[in-house]
């Protein structure tokens, strides 16, 4: 069902999930497109930005934002063309980055609203590469992780947007990047095409085994984006001062209580004692300061201009292909940025 002029179709939560979310967990809306009033825009979607915080949206547990509500409007970033609007410096035609959501339509005042102008050469690169999955890498690598050249990086989910972004600007600032991805294809496109010094595959029997050899001179700089099989393998590889900026922790988001097996606590911290390891969490939206983004800004446009980030996404078709794209996502079976074509 494409998107229409008359029709706004908005994908709400219908349930909270327990574990992976299912086909009772989203549900699809129509309504009237709303109408912008006075000191508003009206905003068609054109991109919607999949991300694995979506997951942790849909629980009502304490965290960094507010659940969606049941019944609200899923949380998304998206790409939007400005329709009609009553605001000063936004033109229909315009394209912008707002936080929308899954919908076809919305009416913003303009908060939290950026202008990417009328024709951006690549819209959807402001949700990924040039929005806030590389901003993740960007900041939490290099202010966190501290990376300094000749030391060895590693991380996981190496073949999305964060991962990949993390372990190019590690190669840019001279490091050893070891990338850790799902399956052959993913590892392959890793080393080939985005310059890392090598991919384990973490579903591989050996995975342990073929991480340390991969790391002959320990690891300094671990960028955790998944938690699980591959923390615990990262731990007894780490040299003394490494540090650990905590992004996110994918393996574990579907997690309805905590695992089975033997208490980890006392190796992760026994770890970080010993090895006086720095492991900081962040938070991209509110962990650093105004100026790290305008850095941000200005690497990533000048290395993308000179070739030395690759970028790659995954597009998906229509707005109702959304919730079973998101669970895909969740479960590995996303190549690169995920983005969907809502119009
Ligand atoms: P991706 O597009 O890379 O998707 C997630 C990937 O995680 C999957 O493709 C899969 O890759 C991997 N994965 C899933 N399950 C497992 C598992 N059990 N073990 C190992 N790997 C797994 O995501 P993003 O690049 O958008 O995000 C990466 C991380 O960064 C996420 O944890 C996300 O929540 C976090 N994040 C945090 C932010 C912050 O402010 N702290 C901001 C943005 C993102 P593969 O098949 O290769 O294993």
Redesign the pocket.
Known sequence: MPQDTQTNRRIVLAERPAGLPDDDTLRMEEGPVPEAGPGEMLLRTVWLSL???MR?RMNDAKSYAEPVAIGGVMTGQVVAEVVASDIAGFAPGDHVLAGSGWQDYAVSDGTQVLNLGPSPEHPSWALGILG??GY??HA?LLRIGEPKAGETVVV??????????VGQIAKIKGCRVVG????PE?CAHVVDNLGFDACID??ADDFEAQLKAACPDGIDVYF???????LYAVLPLLNPFARIP????????NLTGLPDGPDRGPQILGTLLRMKVKME?????D?FPREAQEEFRHDMTDWLEKGLIQYREQVVEGLEAAPGALVD??????????VVRVG
Not at 224 to 230: A, D, F, I, K, T
């Open positions: 991300d694995p915080y942790g806030m999955p993740t890498a939490g996981a989910a190496a073949s999305g947007p964060v991962g990949a972004t850790v991805a799902g399956g993913k973490h579903c955790e984006n998944v938690g699980g099989r591959v905590v992004c996110g922790m994918v393996a574990w988001y969490g962040f938070i991209i939206f962990s996502l969740l479960q590995g079976r996303n190549f690169g940025k995920m």
